[in-house]
């Protein structure tokens, strides 16, 4: 069961069955379904779509319009962390690694508010949006890569050398561990 499964299964929870579709939020949750990363199966008029949507939103960090969907998106994410950590523990109980792993992904997804391809230098606030794409679209570079970087090299590498030492000094806030193993 992969990410997408894992989040069909968080809408089609009891909890979200009484969450109404409202006429004057469909066209914006039409809009989000066309926004959202992960793709959707279902009709627009279930109430499991627009949780599944909300919860991609949420992570997403996409601005809403309506207080109604507003109020419901509050609703699904205080509702995320504590039904996705019980579906972890299920999955990990009956020995199922992968999907126990994936649920956990998910999990982090939701509280830190960021999909796993999305930079660790997100958590920062004042990186400007740009520089983050930037670093996102460079895939072949791993975080060891820009860990050993030096903040003029992290500078061309973004092309924009005025940030070059910023986010080395973010870079190397995040913890870092070797380890080594002889058996």
Not at 27 to 51: A, C, N, R, W, Y
């Amino acid at each position: 069961m992969g990410i997408i499964e894992l989040i069909r299964v968080f809408a089609l929870s009891a909890e979200f069955k009484y969450i109404p579709i409202r006429e004057e939020e469909k066209v914006e949750v039409q809009k989000l379904l066309e926004m959202v990363p992960i793709p959707v199966k279902g009709s627009q008029d279930e109430p499991s779509t627009k949780v599944n949507i909300l919860l991609q939103a949420y992570i997403s960090r996409f601005k809403l319009d309506g207080f109604a969907l507003n109020a419901d998106m509050v609703y699904v994410t205080q509702s995320a962390s504590r039904i996705l950590r019980g579906l972890f523990e299920l999955f990990l109980k009956r020995g199922w690694a992968n999907v126990a792993e994936n649920a956990l992904s998910l999990c982090k997804m939701v509280d830190k508010r960021m999909w796993n391809c999305m930079t660790p230098l997100r958590q920062f606030k004042g990186v400007p949006e740009e520089i983050l794409r930037r670093i996102e679209k460079k895939e072949q570079f791993t975080w060891d890569h820009y860990y050993n970087l030096n903040a003029q090299q992290i500078g061309e590498l973004i092309k924009f050398p005025k940030l070059g030492k910023p986010l080395h000094k973010m870079i190397h806030q995040f913890p870092r561990i070797e380890l080594n193993a002889y058996v």
